[in-house]
C-alpha cells in the first residue's frame, strides 16, 4: 500500500498520464486531419451547394483508360523503334495504374504525359484510317483535358491547408512526437 | 550595411514579383449590359453580338446554360488556359447549380484561342470534344482573321449541339429583327410572310363563304315560311294556358349585375406580371440603364455563377 501513497510517484504516473493522453489526442486528431485531406484526392471535394467535385483519382482512371485506347490503335501501326515506344507508354500507364502513393501517382503521371505526347506526334508519321485518325485526335485531346483538370483541382488547396496546422506550433512539434506526416501535394 | 542593402533588394524582387502575378491575372471587369458577350479586342461585329445574345437568352431560360464568348488582345505573362480558367470562374459562366456553361477566349494578338466548359457538361464537352468543335468551326476562320464569322459560325454548332443536347425545340428561336442578316434568312422570312399572307386570305374567304351560305340559308328560309305558316283554323286553348311571360312588358329594368367585384378578381397583368418579374430579376443582378441590345427584352442577363475545373481545348 505504501507503494500507491508515494507522492513522487504518483505526481510521476500523473505526468505520464498527461502526456500520454495529450499525445495520443494529438496523433488521433491530426491523423483524422490528414485523412480528410487526402480522403478528396480520392472521393473529391464537395462544395457548398452539395456538388460533388470529381476527385483526381477519377482523372487519373480517365487518363489510363484514354491512354489504354491510345495504344491500341497505336499499336496497330507503329513499326521499328516506335513499337518500343507504344510499350513504354504501356509500360507508364499500367506504373500509374498501379502507383499507391500520391507522390508516386504526380510522377508517374508527369513521365505519362510526356511519353504519350511523343507518340501522338510519332502517330502523325503514319498513314491511320480516318475513323482511327479522329479517334487518335480526340483520346489524345481529353487526355490533354484531364491533364489540365489536375491541375485546378482543389486536392491540393486541401493539402496546403492541413500542411499550413502542421507548420504552426504547438501542431508542429505534436506532429513530430506522434508522427504524423505532411499530406502530400499533387504537383 | 551588405546586409541591409540585401534585404532592400529582397524585398523589391517579391513586390515586382507580386505585382507581376497580379497583371498575370489581370482579368477585364464583365460588360454588364452584353452578359455573352465581352468583346474587349473589338472584333466582333454588333449584328453577331446581338444574335448572340439573342438565342443565349432563350438558352439560359430554358436550361441555365450560357454560351459566353470573350476577346481580348493578350493574355499578359498567362497562359491562355489559366486565363481561360480564371475568367470563366470570375464570371460564374452557366448555371450555379447545373454548371453548364460554354466558354470561348479568343487572344488576337497571341493568335490563339481556348475553349471550355463547366463541370456539368465535361462529360459532353470532353477535351476531344472541343478540339473537333473548334477545329471544324472556328480553325479556318480564325486562322483568316475573319473572327466575327469564325464565333459566329462556332457559336451556331454550340447552340445547336446544346439544344439536342437538352431537346430543346428548334421553334424557339429568337425574334425575326435578332436573326442575321444573312440571305438564307431573308429569303426565307419572304417566304414566310408570303405563306402567311395567302393563308390570312385563304381564312377571309373561308369565312366569307361560311358567312354568306348562312344568310342565304337564313333568306331562303323566310322566303320558304309562307309555305309553312300555321293552318287556317282555330287551335283549342285552354284557359290554364297562359301567355308567355316573355310577351309581358318588363315593369323596371333591373340594374345590371355589378362587375366590380368580379373586376377586382380579374387582376390583368398584375399578379401574373409582378411573380414574373420577380422570378426574372432573381436572375437579374446587374443594375443601371438598359442597353439598346437588350431592348428587345424586359429582364436583363447576368452570369450564372457556374464554374468550371478548367479542362479544355486550344489552338496550339
Known amino acids: 500500500m505504501k507503494f500507491w501513497e508515494n507522492r513522487r510517484l504518483s505526481l510521476c504516473l500523473m505526468i505520464v498520464a498527461i502526456l500520454v493522453a495529450t499525445l495520443f489526442g494529438s496523433h488521433r486528431s491530426l491523423a483524422k486531419l490528414r485523412k480528410d485531406a487526402v480522403a478528396v484526392f480520392y472521393s473529391g471535394a464537395t462544395a457548398k451547394n452539395g456538388e460533388k467535385e470529381k476527385s483526381l483519382q477519377e482523372d487519373l482512371n480517365d487518363i489510363v483508360t484514354r491512354t489504354s485506347s491510345l495504344i491500341g490503335i497505336a499499336k496497330k501501326y507503329v513499326r521499328d523503334t516506335d513499337v518500343k515506344l507504344a510499350d513504354e507508354v504501356s509500360a507508364l500507364n499500367d506504373a500509374l495504374s498501379s502507383a499507391t502513393d500520391i507522390d508516386e501517382k504526380y510522377q508517374a503521371m508527369i513521365a505519362l504525359k510526356a511519353k504519350v505526347d511523343t507518340l501522338y506526334y510519332a502517330l502523325d508519321g503514319y498513314e491511320l484510317s480516318d475513323t482511327n485518325r479522329k479517334s487518335v485526335s480526340i483520346v489524345y485531346y481529353d487526355i490533354q483535358s484531364f491533364y489540365e483538370t489536375t491541375g485546378h483541382n482543389s486536392y491540393n488547396e486541401y493539402a496546403d491547408q492541413f500542411n499550413q496546422i502542421l507548420d504552426k506550433f504547438p501542431a508542429s512539434l505534436l506532429a513530430k512526437l506522434t508522427f504524423v506526416d505532411k499530406a502530400p501535394a499533387f504537383r | ?316
Not at chain 2, 67 to 76: D, E, F, L, S
Not at chain 2, 135 to 144: K, V
Request: no cysteine; aromatic share 12%.
Open chain 2, 1 to 316: 550595411m551588405r546586409k541591409t542593402f540585401s534585404k532592400v533588394v529582397l524585398i523589391v524582387i517579391l513586390l515586382a514579383g507580386s505585382f507581376l502575378h497580379v497583371n498575370a491575372l489581370d482579368i477585364p471587369e464583365a460588360d454588364t449590359d452584353l452578359v455573352y458577350v465581352q468583346d474587349f479586342a473589338k472584333v466582333i461585329n454588333d449584328s453577331t453580338i446581338d444574335y448572340i445574345v439573342e438565342k443565349n437568352k432563350i438558352l439560359d431560360e430554358k436550361t441555365g446554360a450560357q454560351i459566353v464568348v470573350a476577346t481580348v488582345n493578350t493574355t499578359g505573362t498567362a497562359d491562355i488556359e489559366d486565363y481561360a480558367y480564371a475568367m470563366f470562374n470570375q464570371y460564374g459562366i452557366g448555371s450555379s447549380s447545373k454548371d453548364n456553361g460554354v466558354f470561348l477566349l479568343l487572344v488576337i494578338a497571341q493568335e490563339d484561342y481556348w475553349m471550355m466548359a463547366g463541370s456539368g457538361l465535361e462529360s459532353h464537352y470532353s477535351g476531344g470534344a472541343i478540339k473537333n468543335l473548334l477545329w471544324d468551326y472556328l480553325e479556318d476562320d480564325f486562322a483568316d482573321g475573319d473572327y466575327d464569322a469564325g464565333v459566329r459560325s462556332w457559336f451556331d454548332a454550340v447552340y445547336r449541339d446544346l439544344s439536342d443536347y437538352y431537346n430543346i425545340s428548334s421553334s424557339t428561336t429568337p425574334s425575326s429583327p435578332m436573326m442575321p442578316d444573312n440571305h438564307t434568312d431573308s429569303y426565307s422570312s419572304v417566304l414566310g410572310s408570303i405563306f402567311s399572307t395567302f393563308l390570312t386570305i385563304a381564312f377571309l374567304i373561308i369565312v366569307l363563304i361560311i358567312v354568306v351560305s348562312i344568310l342565304t340559308s337564313r333568306r331562303s328560309t323566310r322566303y320558304r315560311a309562307p309555305r309553312y305558316q300555321s293552318p287556317n283554323y282555330r287551335v283549342y286553348r285552354p284557359i290554364t294556358f297562359r301567355t308567355p311571360d316573355y310577351y309581358r312588358p318588363r315593369d323596371t329594368y333591373s340594374p345590371r349585375p355589378d362587375h366590380d367585384s368580379h373586376s377586382s378578381s380579374w387582376n390583368f397583368g398584375g399578379g401574373s406580371s409582378s411573380h414574373r418579374s420577380s422570378s426574372s430579376s432573381s436572375r437579374s443582378s446587374f443594375g443601371g440603364g438598359s442597353s439598346s441590345r437588350s431592348s428587345s427584352s424586359s429582364s436583363r442577363s447576368s452570369f450564372g455563377g457556374g464554374s468550371s475545373r478548367g479542362g479544355g481545348a486550344g489552338r496550339k
